[in-house]
């Protein structure tokens, strides 16, 4: 007994190949992302009731978006000091006066990025000096100031609300988270 190849042949008849060529083509489901709505930056860095001024580790510094007093009158560090501590803001209460390297982490990481209203409208930071919580070495009467627009820091009566020139001294609260 010999091998038989065995052949398979299959047919398809013309009429059923066009049949199937003609079938649509499946289109893939579209994929859907939803996109994030684009995040304002300066609104980003609000959190715990003010704008940060730095973060690390979820704690940092957080400070007050306006000053505590109109632009037209001054206040005394003493009254600047109580104003902070009454401040109830966006739910919280324990604002306080900054310190004068705070003001500093304020005017780098703020001012000079014209955030948190530490600019005037011509883009210069504000010509207005700021109470710190510090006081003159060996002076309890002496408060610090410091001022946005040079960075330096200074020594004025604490019960004082204006200085020389008619400068007036402005409070801007602070709270750590």
């Not at 001012?111 to 060996?138: A, F, M, Q």
């Not at 609300?161 to 988270?177: D, L």
Request: glycine share 10%; aromatic share 8%.
């Amino acid at each position: 007994m010999g091998l038989t190849s065995l052949v398979v042949t299959s047919w398809i008849s013309p009429s059923r190949i066009e049949a199937v060529q003609q079938q649509p083509v499946p289109k893939k489901k579209p994929t859907t992302t939803t996109k994030a709505a684009p995040v304002d930056p300066i609104k980003a860095l609000y959190k715990n009731g003010g704008i940060i001024v730095w973060e690390k580790d979820g704690h940092g510094l957080v400070v007050a978006e306006n000053d505590l007093n109109p632009p037209e009158e001054g206040m005394s560090q003493k009254d600047g000091k109580i104003a902070c501590e009454n401040l109830v803001l966006k739910g919280f209460s324990d604002w306080r006066l900054p310190t004068s390297a705070e003001c500093e982490l304020m005017r780098t990481n703020l001012c000079s990025k014209n955030i948190g209203n530490l600019r005037d409208p011509n883009g210069k930071p504000v010509n207005y000096t700021y109470w710190t919580s510090e006081k003159i070495s060996g002076n309890p009467h002496m408060g610090v100031l410091y001022a946005f627009h040079n960075g330096l820091t200074s020594g004025f009566g604490s019960d004082g609300s204006n200085c020389c020139g008619g400068k007036i001294f402005r409070v801007r609260a602070v709270r750590e988270f």
